[in-house]
């Protein structure tokens, strides 16, 4: 998957109009082997960071609770709005992530290798 950068002037009055880089990014929720523990995260690299769950690279929840199966993801152009949807998704049920889940991957299979 290409990442897209895009620039836009940056509206702080101190920068001057200069413009700054913006990256997309990415949500994804990930599982344990048993689909029992799920897991919201946001990232610019999808395919870095489900890796260093994977790998246990990455202290805490994912770690502590063996997640390491990527089950739903989405993309966007800039990384604010997928900070936004994390935030939104986050404060969900846990039926509201499942049906996410089933809504793209009725299997609950693991989408790492079709990054």
């Known amino acids: 998957m290409r990442e897209e950068i895009a620039s836009r002037p940056c509206g702080h009055p101190h920068c001057m109009g200069a413009r700054v880089t913006l990256r ?59 900070i936004a949807r994390e935030k939104q998704i986050k404060a969900g049920s846990r039926q509201k992530k499942i049906d996410l889940i089933i809504g793209m991957n009725t299997g609950w299979r693991d989408l790492y290798d079709e990054l």
């Not at 990930?30 to 202290?59: F, I, P």
């Open 24 to 82: 997309g990014g990415f949500v994804y929720i990930m599982t344990n082997k048993r689909n029992t523990v799920l897991y919201t995260g946001v990232t610019s690299d999808l395919k870095k960071r489900v890796w260093q769950h994977r790998e246990k690279l990455v202290e805490g929840f994912t770690q502590r609770y063996n997640i390491t199966k990527l089950v739903y993801y989405e993309v966007f152009d800039d990384i604010r709005i997928a």
